[in-house]
């Protein structure tokens, strides 16, 4: 089974008319891999258009309620402390976390030149964003694509793992998005990013003397993995563990040349 790394958070967009959002309140359609040999496909990457819509915060700043405090005399003359009114303020975007902040300042601009493939230039504009301390989530999505258009794996994976974090309107998003990370760092330490079963796996015990892994069995009971499978896929088939042969991405030797920016895309 060979698929692009990219599946992981591509089959956690919502795509409506070319647009994708994040699922605030469902959960996203499984995307299309992207060709591995030329990259991650524009067309299956999330297309910046349109912001992040989430409840609370609305596209334009310009509509959060006016709570601005009121000067020292208005608020003498109204009988209320000026500290009351000034902590009735909205919070600034900076204070939220990503996935409750408002589209930030820029983001347009920078979406244009993501939809134009100027993939170098859009990486400049969302940089400059999250510099400002006010980078939503989309934000972050697109930044870590702009990294993976130019195998830029080594930030391309803080993105991932910064989405893996804040991504909450998604679960599945988050899942993905985690499961990227992961793949990218086992790859950039030269560990296969297939699911075989790995000699370091923690899941690893002593049971009458013997190491095994013990997975929980659909139905009851538990499926057992020893030494013996390390090296092969191990897949999940109606909420059971099948042990499907040798992995045909490292062979069974679990290793993998390390990852290297630049470096051709790894595949599962």
Same mark, same amino acid.
């Given at each position: 089974m060979?698929?692009?790394?990219?599946?992981?958070?591509?089959?956690?967009f919502?795509?409506?008319?070319? +647009?994708?959002?994040?699922?605030?309140?469902?959960?996203?359609a499984?995307?299309?891999?992207?060709?591995?040999?030329?990259?991650?496909? *524009?067309?299956?990457?999330?297309? *910046?258009?349109?912001?992040?819509?989430?409840?609370?915060?609305?596209?334009?700043?310009?509509?959060?309620?006016? @709570?601005?405090?009121?000067?020292?005399?208005?608020?003498?003359?109204?009988?209320?402390?000026?500290?009351?009114?000034?902590?009735?303020?909205?919070?600034?975007?900076?204070?939220?976390?990503?996935?409750? @902040?408002?589209?930030?300042?820029?983001?347009a601009?920078?979406?244009?030149?993501?939809?134009?493939?100027?993939f170098?230039?859009?990486?400049?504009?969302?940089?400059?964003?999250?510099?400002?301390?006010?980078?939503?989530?989309?934000?972050?999505?697109?930044?870590?694509?702009?990294?993976?258009?130019?195998k830029?794996?080594?930030?391309?994976?803080?993105?991932?793992?910064?989405?893996?974090?804040?991504?909450k309107?998604?679960?599945?998003?988050?899942?993905?998005?985690?499961? #990227?990370?992961?793949?990218? @760092?086992?790859?950039?330490?030269? +560990?296969?990013?297939?699911?075989?079963?790995?000699?370091h796996?923690?899941?690893?015990?002593?049971?009458?003397g013997?190491?095994?892994?013990?997975?929980?069995?659909?139905?009851?009971?538990?499926?057992?993995? #020893?030494?013996?499978?390390?090296?092969?896929?191990?897949?999940?088939?109606?909420?059971?563990?099948?042990?499907?042969?040798?992995c045909?991405?490292?062979?069974?030797?679990?290793?993998? *040349?390390?990852?290297?920016?630049?470096?051709?895309?790894?595949?599962?």
């Open positions: 060979r698929v692009s790394l990219v599946v992981a958070v591509l089959s956690s919502f795509f409506i008319s070319g +647009v994708p959002l994040l699922a605030a309140d469902k959960e996203v499984t995307g299309a891999a992207a060709d591995t040999a030329a990259g991650p496909n *524009p067309s299956n990457s999330p297309s *910046p258009a349109a912001p992040l819509t989430t409840p609370g915060s609305p596209h334009n700043p310009e509509e959060l309620p006016d @709570r601005a405090p009121k000067s020292s005399t208005e608020a003498s003359a109204a009988g209320t402390p000026e500290t009351a009114e000034s902590a009735a303020a909205p919070p600034s975007a900076a204070s939220l976390e990503p996935h409750k @902040r408002p589209v930030p300042e820029g983001y601009a920078a979406a244009e030149f993501f939809k134009q493939r100027k170098a230039q859009a990486q400049k504009a969302f940089e400059e964003i999250v510099a400002s301390g006010t980078a939503d989530i989309n934000t972050h999505l697109c930044l870590a694509h702009c990294y993976l258009q130019q830029i794996y080594s930030k391309a994976v803080k993105e991932f793992e910064i989405l893996s974090k804040y991504a309107n998604s679960m599945s998003l988050q899942k993905g998005c985690a499961a #990227t990370a992961t793949s990218l @760092r086992n790859a950039m330490r030269g +560990v296969c990013p297939a699911n075989c079963l790995k000699g796996d923690p899941r690893w015990t002593l049971k009458a013997s190491k095994v892994i013990q997975v929980p069995h659909n139905g009851g009971g538990y499926d057992t993995l #020893t030494p013996n499978d390390i090296g092969h896929l191990i897949v999940q088939e109606h909420g059971n563990s099948i042990v499907k042969g040798i045909p991405v490292c062979e069974g030797t679990t290793e993998v *040349p390390v990852l290297k920016d630049g470096g051709p895309m790894p595949k599962l």
